[in-house]
């Protein structure tokens, strides 16, 4: 499959995740995961290399993500979607499930990829949340 | 298509003994499409002699501005047809958050900096954002993208009928790709630059200079020769030479891109170093020249993986000896 072209905006968030040691996320403008980084693999038990893009229904499906009660959390209620439909930042404390169903307690921040041309993708950072 | 190289040097203009060769003249390229129109890609430096050699003022000029690097507008304040009451200039450039083009611009055209002000030049002239998507401008085809450098910057292809020239003067799209195994779609002005009949990219750096300035928005010239068959580029022009490479240390890195061009499976006739004055007529290749010059696409792993950091692995070939 030859995709279009990506912004440089994306091509640079991705080389910056790709060398951060903070788990995070590239998500392109219609919602695909583009990419992680290897530190959000250790949460979620799988490489990106492995899986590929994925859609949100696929990410949903894989890895959750659900509240405190256990309850899955709809897509528009993510911090991601916000991010990309509304452009703006936005925050939520989650539960994700690791392709080896571990359960991880996050903290999640999306911050959308604004370019001249608008939004264009957005960054999610994962923190994982210690039990006290 | 005809193009005339007035400036090839990157960052400073560097006159001398050492660089009568491949000049001492900042960014400038002349383009005169089929029917005579004139643009010009960046006003560094060489675009004062460019102004100097045009015989008709008054039909407009066309400036494409990269960016607004010192290097790629020094030379508006000494281009002719600025001072010309009855010249017309249309100038382009990249979008940027903060404050028009104009105003950008009027940065450098004020005080202190300059005795002028932008309304006070005698010329018509206007300022233009570069589009998102294609322009004409006369028989020509006009795109910019984005590309990887310092601040917002941009990259050209001008086509027209079925030749397209590629500018893009600063550019590190190794900064943030694996230049051989990321999918095309993560490698900063691919598309730009796929397949173009020339192009002329940014090589200002030896790959033992660039150890030293990864993230500085420049390439290095093994990335250059990369891209260039990486988008299958019929012709590459290497430009942006540093200030401090002399005429005989571009020679003799020519001699080693050549080889490694060659070993990449280029021509060797297709590549050269941009020279100051040098005039090319960007013309659709011979068949066989054509064929010779394809790169087979390779196939991205799965996902593609994320280059680490910009510095790369490829072999350093050319001299790292001190210019
Ligand atoms: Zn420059
Ligand atoms: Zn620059």
């Given at each position: 499959m030859s995709a279009r072209q990506r912004p440089v905006e994306l091509i640079l968030a991705r080389s910056l995740l790709a060398t951060l040691s903070t788990p995070g996320f590239l998500v392109d403008e219609d919602g695909i995961v583009v990419f992680f980084n290897d530190a959000a693999s250790v949460l979620l038990g799988v490489r990106y290399e492995e899986v590929g893009r994925m859609g949100p229904e696929e990410w949903g499906t894989a890895f959750g993500p659900l509240d405190e009660s256990g309850r899955e959390i709809p897509l528009e209620e993510l911090p991601l979607t916000i991010a990309l439909r509304h452009g703006r930042p936005s925050h939520a404390r989650l539960r994700i499930r690791s392709t080896q169903g571990v359960h991880n307690d996050i903290e999640a921040a999306a911050v959308p990829i604004l370019t001249v041309q608008g939004t264009r993708g957005a960054m999610v950072f994962f923190w994982k949340v210690d039990e006290a | 298509m005809r193009v005339k190289i007035w400036g090839a040097r990157g960052s400073v203009p560097s006159p001398g003994p050492e660089t009568v060769r491949y000049g001492g003249n900042t960014s400038c390229v002349q383009v005169t499409l089929s029917d005579g129109t004139l643009l010009a890609l960046d006003a560094g430096t060489g675009i004062r002699s460019m102004g100097l050699g045009l015989a008709e003022p008054a039909r407009p000029v066309h400036i494409l501005l990269t960016h607004l690097h010192m290097d790629h507008i020094q030379g508006l304040m000494f281009f002719g047809p600025a001072f010309d009451p009855t010249s017309e200039i249309v100038i382009w450039g990249p979008e940027a958050p903060d404050a028009s083009l104009r105003d950008r611009i009027a940065r450098y055209i004020s005080a202190p900096l300059s005795p002028v002000e932008v309304r006070e030049l005698p010329c018509h002239v206007s300022f233009n954002e570069a589009p998102h998507s294609e322009w004409k401008i006369g028989p020509a085809t006009i795109r910019a993208a984005s590309v990887t450098h310092r601040g917002p910057t941009l990259g050209y292809r001008i086509t027209e009928g079925d030749v397209s020239l590629c500018y893009i003067p600063d550019h590190e799209p190794a900064l943030g790709a694996d230049l051989r195994d990321d999918g095309p779609e993560w490698i900063s002005g691919f598309e730009l630059a796929r397949g173009a009949t020339v192009l002329m990219h940014?090589?200002?750096?030896?790959s033992d200079e660039y150890s030293r300035r990864v993230g500085w928005g420049h390439s290095r010239l093994a990335d250059a020769l990369a891209f260039g068959r990486r988008v299958g580029a019929k012709r590459l022009v290497v430009f942006h030479h540093d200030p401090l490479h002399s005429d005989d240390f571009l020679d003799a890195l020519q001699g080693d891109a050549v080889e490694r061009w060659a070993d990449l499976g280029g021509e060797p006739t297709s590549l050269e170093f941009a020279v100051e004055r040098r005039e090319l007529s960007v013309d659709r290749l011979p068949r066989s020249a054509a064929s010779a010059s394809a790169t087979p696409e390779p196939r991205p792993a799965r996902g593609g993986g994320a280059a680490r950091g910009g510095g790369g692995s490829a072999p350093s070939r050319e001299s790292s000896r001190s210019p």
């Open positions: - | 940014d090589g200002q750096y030896t």
